[in-house]
């Protein structure tokens, strides 16, 4: 279709970016002209360079099987080529992804990335759109910043906080301030990556530990629960939030066990299902392509949510919750679930794409 923004994916050949290929097939308004991965594919049809590992549904989408795989460490061969791309890279050294992608911003080509290097950094806004679209005023601050033109970075948060932070947002947004938050999440083998934990390690266990996760989730609420102040998002003052992060053998879905202590004002289990069904925001009133009509789906059944049952809601972009009920330590607690390589990366990468444009960042590509 004519009219259409070309974009790159770096990154192309792995879990996530698989997953880009294969939902930006018939997006209405984004099209794969560029891809790029490690030298290690630099060269191939892309359907050569991911032969015997293409993990998403039967067939690579046809308009991307033959273009050539370029060396993603090469911003220049991206000019001309697309528009802007999205990062899912992952390079043994953070310092070296933030440098690339800042490299491809610097060639004027705007990067929304899947990768933590720049989750950090205080003029990138890391985007849940439901939640912080505000965030996006940083970008003229960063670019002034830079002195770049037409190029920016735009990040999005970790898979799993995904699976837990619109609730959270969704009772402070309606007034009950949260004190205290504990985490347990129950993670998926695809947020590894591909091929990710050894098969020996991941069948009939539990492995209770995931380098650096428990970090992140931390510390990256309050940065998603800040403010843009003087250009720069400072973090919100709370939650204080205690996270342990597990891998589990289920394919795709993060699972997250909460449990939540709210200030003085404590909201009765009927409000908060009342909060939680109505919460709606940005892009659902944009309508953007990608956006669930129901971010928040609430269950009744004891024994959900479920990965193989409920990763696919609203596309796999909703987070599912269900088990709300009192907590003897806390207030309140529950289970929660969202589709980790979906919602909680390339869907929702495309998400905060859908939404620049809406929001005209893309107006001078
Ligand atoms: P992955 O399956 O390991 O894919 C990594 C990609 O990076 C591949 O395309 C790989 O190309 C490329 N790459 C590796 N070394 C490179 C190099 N030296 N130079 C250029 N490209 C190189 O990883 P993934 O799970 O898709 O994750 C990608 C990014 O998304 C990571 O930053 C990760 O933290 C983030 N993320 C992942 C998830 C998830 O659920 N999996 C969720 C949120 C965020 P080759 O195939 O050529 O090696």
Known sequence: ????????????????????IKLLEDHPWFEVT?????????GQPYKDAVKNRWLIGANIPAAVQDLIVE?????????????????????????????????????????????????WTEDVPMLVPEINYEHLNVIADQKKHHG????FI???????LQTYMMPIHALIQAGYEIKRMVVTTLQATSGAGYPG?????????????????????????????????DGKIENAPGPIVSSTCTRVPVI?????????????????MEEIEKIWTSYTSVPQEL???????????????????????????????????????????????????????????????????????AKGYFDNL
């Open 71 to 119: 060396d993603a460490n090469i911003a220049d061969k991206a000019i001309g080529k697309c528009q802007f791309v999205f990062s899912a890279l992952e390079l043994p050294k953070k310092e070296d992804i933030k440098n690339l992608e800042e490299a491809y911003a610097q060639k004027g080509i705007p990067v929304v990335s899947n990768a933590s290097a720049n989750r």
């Open 1 to 20: 279709m004519a009219g259409k923004i070309k974009v790159g994916v770096l990154g192309a050949t792995g879990m996530v970016g698989q997953r880009y």
């Open 34 to 42: 560029y891809v790029a991965a490690s030298p290690r594919s630099a």
């Open 197 to 229: 934990v050894p098969s020996f390690d991941m069948i009939d266990n539990i492995v209770p530990f995931i380098g650096g996760e428990e970090e992140k989730t931390e510390k990256e609420c309050l940065k998603i629960l800040g403010k843009v102040v």
């Open 154 to 160: 735009a990040v999005k948060p970790n898979c799993s």
């Open 287 to 357: 309508k953007l392509p990608s956006a669930p009509e129901h971010p928040i789906v609430v269950r009744h059944e004891e024994n959900r949510p479920q990965p193989r049952r409920d990763r696919e809601t609203e596309k796999g972009m909703a987070c599912v919750i269900g088990r709300l009920r009192p907590c003897n330590v806390f207030d309140i607690k529950f289970v929660a679930l969202s589709h980790n390589t979906k919602r909680g990366a390339a869907l929702g990468g495309i998400l905060n794409a859908e939404l620049l444009k």
């Open 252 to 268: 795709d879905g993060h699972t997250a066990c909460v449990s939540l202590e709210f200030g003085e004002k404590k909201p009765s």
């Open 148 to 151: 770049w033109d037409k190029g």
